[in-house]
T-cell receptor, first 113, second 112 residues
Framework: GQQLNQSPQSMFIQEGEDVSMNCTSSSIFNTWLWYKQDPGEGPVLLIALYKAGELTSNGRLTAQFGITRKDSFLNISASIPSDVGIYFC?????????????FGPGTSLSVIP | GAGVSQSPRYKVAKRGQDVALRCDPI?????LFWYQQALGQGPEFLTYFQNEAQLDKSGLPSDRFFAERPEGSVSTLKIQRTQQEDSAVYLC??????????FGQGTRLTVV
């Protein structure tokens, strides 16, 4: 089945630094999603990407849908303590929420004040 | 309610016991999903409902897992004869037709 890999597995950064994390897939996806999960909470959608090559921003977050449709990256600029959490990339074969979401294993982000 | 509500938040079950986990989706949301999240892993798809119809149950790990949504609103995930490997957080998500899916806080199941 489809598998997603995320790198790095974890990262420790100083407050104010920029962050970059990647996601690759063995299969093509038509929708890429980035979620953040805080401890004891469910994942919250940060950015959704629907077109190969698409670059989308949401505040300090920027994500891109790779042109091969097998990868995506997420950048966070000027990190702050509340950015701490686990970031999951996820893919969907289709473009609607009817399609099941395949999650990656996550990147754990720690921000040192 | 304002968001997806799951209950209980925490459940400890003895091995072999049956458990039932409840999900109250956002009112009016047609789609409902169940995911299983093991410690340190991403959520894994279990099953999907569109209204009361269970359209995809390909992720259910065994026939001990059963989900229902009889009136197209509240859903229950039942696990029979629980095993230690069933210990995980069970997440429910709901969505309208083509919008994002919103997740609940999950139920943390510990089988001892």
């Amino acid at each position: 089945g489809q598998q997603l890999n995320q790198s790095p597995q974890s990262m420790f950064i100083q407050e104010g630094e920029d962050v970059s994390m990647n996601c690759t897939s063995s299969s093509i996806f038509n929708t890429w999603l980035w979620y953040k999960q805080d401890p004891g909470e469910g994942p919250v959608l940060l950015i959704a990407l629907y077109k190969a090559g698409e670059l989308t921003s949401n505040g300090r977050l920027t994500a891109q849908f790779g042109i091969t449709r097998k990868d995506s990256f997420l950048n966070i600029s000027a990190s702050i303590p509340s950015d701490v959490g686990i970031y999951f990339c996820a893919g969907q074969l289709g473009k609607t929420s009817y399609d099941k979401v395949i999650f990656g294993p996550g990147t754990s982000l720690s921000v040192i004040p | 309610g304002a968001g997806v509500s799951q209950s209980p938040r925490y459940k400890v079950a003895k091995r072999g016991q049956d458990v039932a986990l409840r999900c109250d989706p956002i009112s009016g949301h047609v789609s409902l999903f169940w995911y299983q999240q093991a410690l340190g892993q991403g959520p894994e798809f279990l099953t999907y409902f569109q209204n009361e119809a269970q359209l995809d149950k390909s992720g259910l790990p065994s026939d001990r897992f059963f989900a229902e949504r009889p009136e197209g609103s509240v859903s229950t995930l039942k696990i029979q004869r629980t095993q230690q490997e069933d210990s995980a957080v069970y997440l429910c998500a709901s969505s309208l037709a083509v919008t994002e899916a919103f997740f609940g806080q999950g139920t943390r199941l510990t089988v001892v």
